[in-house]
C-alpha cells in the first residue's frame, strides 16, 4: 500500500453506508449497502471476502475497481477504453490522491505510462450516491475515448434478479424483472435522447424482494442521450453495474490537457424494499436546490390545448377553453403545437417560432390577457432542436441538420435534428426562445423533442450525439439564469426525455402521451420508481382516449391524473354536465391535497393482481391519502384486504373515503370509521366491490 493513504474510505447516510477500499493501489467498492454501524472496521469486511485462489485461474484476482482497468488484467469489461491510435490502451492509473469530507470522497489515479488521469468523485446526498468518472488526457498526444464508465458499483452475489425498464411512445417505464447468470445484461440506447423503451435505470434485488421487504438497489444515469447500461457476472462470482453515455466511433477525441466527466450514476440502496429504495431517490430530488422552486408554491392545476384542438387554432375557441378551463379551476393554462410559422399540420413551420399572423393576427397578446385576467398564468409549447424541411428556418440553413450524407434522412414525423453541437444553432434557438420570453408574460415552456437522433452526423462528418445533448443542456441552462422565474417542463413525445440530467434544468416532465388511465397507472407506477409525483405531469384525457380508444370514466380519470403535477388534456365543450362537474370536483380534490401528493411519501403496496394501490403518507405521519383501483374482475367475490404501508402504527385515524362522487357499490367503510394505524398495516381494510376501472381515494387522517 503506498504510505499516505488508508486501507479503506467511508460514507455513510441516514440509511446506506459505502465502504471504498484500496485494492492494489486502486479504489474499488468493498461494500454498499444498508447503514453499517458506526464502529464497523472495514478491515472486517475485507477479511470475510477473502477467497482462496480458484482453480485454472490467475493468482489473485485484477480489482473491481471504480474504473476496472485492462491493464491491470481485470477480467471483465474495463470501466474506460482508450487509446492513441491503437497505443496506450492498457489503462493502469494507481492511486495518487484522496480527499476526504463528510459526504464525499474523490480519489484521483494516475498513469503517467499511458498519458491518462482519472477522478471518481463519490458525493453521498442523503441515501443516494452520485458519482462520476473524470477522464483528463495527461498525455502529448490526442486521446481517443471509446467507452468511460461512470464508478462501476458492485452487487453481492445474492442480488440475482434485476429490474429493468422497457416500454415505446405511450406505454414508458415499464418493469421487467429478469435473473442474472453469467455474462452480461445489456441495455443499450442509441435513439438519441433518452428514450422510451430504454428509461436509463435499473433496480436489483435479492430474490423475492416485493415493495416493502428484501434488499433492494437502485441505478440511474442522469443523461439525456444514447447510454448503456450493464450488469456483468464474472464467472469468479463478481457482478457489478456499469452505466455509462454511449459514445459513436470517433466521438470523443481528448487533446492534450483535456478532460471528459461522465454523467453521474445515482445509486441507493434499502433492505425495506423497492418502496424504499423510491422514498431514497424522491427525498433526494426534492433536497436539491433547484428543486426549491417547486416548494415556493403549489404545483398549478394545467389545462393543455393539444388534445383539444391539435393544429386547429383559433383564438376564438381557445379563449372559449380558456373559461371552461378557469371554470373547473384550472390554474395555468398551456398552449401546445401550431401556434407558429406555417405549423397548420406536422410537416411545415418547424424551426419558424414566430407567432402566426394568419392563425393570431394580433399575436398571442388578446389570448394571453383572456387567460390572465381569468386568473391563470400561460404557458408555451416549443420545439427548438427540431426543423421541418418546409420551414423558413431549413430553406436559409439546410446545413444545421444533423445527417450522415449520401445516406438519405430517414423520415420521421416530418422534421430533421437541429445540430445543437453547433453555437450559431444554440445562439439562433436561445434568442428565438427568448424573444417570445421578452414579448409575453409566459411562466412555463413545454419543451418538446419528437424525434430520435436517427443518424447524428454533423456538418464535418463527425458523430454529433454527444455534442448535441451538451448543446441542449447549455441553451437550457442559458434559458433558465436568464429567466428564472420560467418553468419548463421535459417533453419528447410524451416521457421520452426523463432522467435527473435534465431534470437538473427542468421542472416536470411530461410523464407519456397516453391519457388512458388505466394504462397510466403502470406508467405512472413505473415512473414512480425513479420520480416524485410533483415532476410527473398527469393530465385528464377526452372521454374517449385518443391513443387506446378506450372510454374510461371521469371519476377514474381523476383518481389517475390526481396523484401527480396534474392537468386537463381534452376538449371542455364536449364534456357533459356530470362529467364537467366531477372534473370540478377531482380538481378541488387534488388541490385539496396536493401538498400531501407533493411531498408525502410514496407507498406502492403489492395488491392483488388486477388491482393498483398506493399510499402517499405525510412525513410526520399525521396522515395519507390512498389510492384503490380495480383494474380487472376477481377470481372470487370479494377482493383481498389491502394492507397500507408507512402509516403511525400506535396512531388512530380517521378514514373516510373522498372519491369517487358517487360511490355505488355497498361497503361497510362507506362512512369512514377510526382505525390504529397497526391495524390497517397489519389487518388491512376490506375494500369495497368495484367494477374493472373503478377506484376509490380514501383519505385518513390522524
Ligand atoms: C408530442 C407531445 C404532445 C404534443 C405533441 C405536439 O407528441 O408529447 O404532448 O405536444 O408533440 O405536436
Redesign the pocket.
Given at each position: 500500500m503506498t504510505a499516505p493513504f488508508s486501507a479503506a474510505y467511508r460514507l455513510d447516510g441516514a440509511n446506506v453506508s459505502l465502504v471504498v477500499e484500496i485494492i492494489a493501489e486502486v479504489p474499488a467498492v468493498r461494500y454498499w449497502g444498508p447503514r453499517l454501524p458506526d464502529d464497523l472496521d472495514p478491515a472486517e469486511l475485507s477479511a470475510l471476502a477473502a477467497r482462496a485462489e480458484a482453480n485454472a485461474s490467475p493468482a489473485y484476482e485484477a480489482p473491481l475497481a471504480l474504473t476496472p482497468q485492462a491493464g491491470q488484467g481485470f477480467p471483465g469489461r474495463p470501466g474506460l477504453t482508450a487509446h492513441r491510435g491503437g497505443l496506450d490502451w492498457a489503462s493502469f492509473a494507481l492511486l495518487v490522491d484522496v480527499e476526504q469530507a463528510a459526504d464525499r470522497l474523490v480519489f484521483t489515479s494516475r498513469d503517467d505510462a499511458h498519458g491518462l488521469e482519472l477522478v471518481h468523485d463519490l458525493q453521498l446526498s442523503g441515501d443516494v450516491l452520485a458519482a462520476t468518472t473524470r477522464l483528463t488526457n495527461i498525455g502529448a498526444e490526442a486521446l481517443q475515448v471509446d467507452h468511460l464508465a461512470a464508478p462501476v458499483i458492485p452487487l453481492p452475489g445474492f442480488v440475482g434478479q434485476i429490474i429493468g425498464f422497457e416500454g415505446r411512445w405511450s406505454g414508458e417505464f415499464q418493469l421487467r424483472r429478469q435473473d442474472l447468470g453469467m455474462g452480461t445484461w445489456l441495455h443499450e440506447n442509441r435513439r438519441g435522447r433518452t428514450s422510451h423503451d430504454a428509461f436509463p435505470g435499473l433496480l436489483a434485488t435479492e430474490r423475492d424482494a416485493n415493495e416493502t421487504r428484501g434488499l433492494a438497489f437502485g441505478f440511474h444515469l442522469g443523461w439525456s442521450g444514447n447510454h448503456r447500461l450493464s450488469v456483468e457476472t464474472l464467472a469468479d462470482g463478481r457482478r457489478s453495474v456499469a452505466m455509462e453515455a454511449l459514445f459513436m466511433p470517433g466521438e470523443i477525441s481528448l487533446a492534450p490537457g483535456e478532460s471528459l466527466t461522465t454523467p453521474a450514476i445515482f445509486a441507493t440502496v434499502s433492505d425495506a424494499g423497492l418502496g424504499a429504495v423510491s422514498r431514497h431517490y424522491h427525498a433526494f430530488l426534492r433536497a436539491r436546490p433547484e428543486h426549491q422552486r417547486l416548494r415556493a408554491k403549489p404545483r398549478p392545476v394545467h389545462y393543455n390545448s393539444?388534445e383539444a384542438v391539435y393544429f386547429d387554432h383559433d383564438p376564438q375557441v381557445l379563449m372559449a377553453l380558456a373559461e371552461k378551463a378557469a371554470a373547473v379551476g384550472v390554474e395555468r393554462f398551456v398552449l401546445?403545437?401550431g401556434w407558429f410559422g406555417s405549423r397548420r399540420s406536422?410537416r411545415a413551420g418547424l424551426g419558424d417560432w414566430q407567432v402566426s399572423p394568419d392563425v393570431y393576427p394580433q399575436g398571442l397578446g388578446p389570448l394571453i390577457d383572456k387567460v390572465r385576467a381569468l386568473g391563470m398564468e400561460f404557458g408555451l409549447?416549443v420545439e427548438p432542436e427540431m426543423v421541418n424541411p418546409d420551414s423558413d428556418l431549413f430553406r436559409a440553413h439546410p446545413e444545421w441538420v444533423l445527417g450522415t450524407p449520401p445516406a438519405p434522412q430517414i423520415p420521421f414525423r416530418h422534421q430533421l435534428v437541429l445540430d445543437f453541437g453547433r453555437p450559431e444553432v444554440r445562439e439562433r434557438m436561445y434568442r428565438d426562445v427568448a424573444a417570445l420570453l421578452e414579448e409575453y408574460p409566459i411562466s412555463y415552456l413545454?419543451w418538446?423533442m419528437?424525434r430520435d437522433l436517427s443518424q447524428p452526423g454533423g456538418a464535418d462528418g463527425r458523430a454529433g450525439a454527444t455534442a448535441h445533448v451538451l448543446g441542449l443542456y447549455e441553451v437550457l441552462d442559458r434559458l433558465r439564469a436568464s429567466y428564472p422565474a420560467v418553468e419548463i417542463e421535459s417533453?419528447a413525445?410524451?416521457g421520452g426525455r426523463a432522467d435527473f440530467g435534465v431534470l437538473a434544468r427542468t421542472d416536470r416532465v411530461?410523464t407519456s402521451?397516453s391519457n388512458d388511465a388505466l394504462d397510466r397507472l403502470s406508467i405512472q407506477r413505473g415512473f414512480s420508481h425513479f420520480f416524485p409525483a410533483e415532476l410527473m405531469g398527469a393530465h385528464v384525457g377526452p372521454t374517449r382516449c385518443h391513443i387506446t380508444g378506450r372510454v374510461l370514466s371521469m371519476p377514474l380519470r381523476v383518481a389517475t391524473a390526481l396523484f401527480g403535477h396534474m392537468g386537463i388534456e381534452a376538449d371542455l365543450r364536449a364534456l357533459d354536465a356530470e362529467e364537467t362537474a366531477d372534473l370540478a370536483a377531482g380538481v378541488a380534490l387534488h388541490k385539496a391535497h396536493r401538498d400531501l401528493i407533493h411531498t408525502g411519501a410514496l407507498h406502492r403496496i403489492d395488491a392483488a393482481e388486477g388491482v393498483n394501490a398506493f399510499a402517499v403518507v405525510a412525513e410526520d405521519g399525521s396522515e395519507a391519502l390512498v389510492s384503490y383501483t380495480m383494474l380487472t374482475e376477481q377470481r372470487g367475490y370479494f377482493a383481498e384486504p389491502l394492507r397500507l404501508a408507512g402509516l403511525n402504527p400506535a396512531a388512530e385515524y380517521d378514514l373516510k373515503a373522498v372519491w369517487p362522487p358517487r360511490l355505488k357499490a355497498e361497503w361497510p367503510l362507506k362512512q369512514g370509521g377510526r382505525f390504529r394505524g397497526t391495524a390497517l398495516m397489519q389487518a388491512g381494510f376490506q375494500p369495497p366491490r368495484l367494477h374493472p376501472g373503478t377506484a376509490v381515494i380514501l383519505h385518513l387522517r390522524r
Open positions: 393539444w401546445d403545437d406536422d409549447w413545454k418538446d419528437n417533453c413525445s410524451g411530461w402521451d
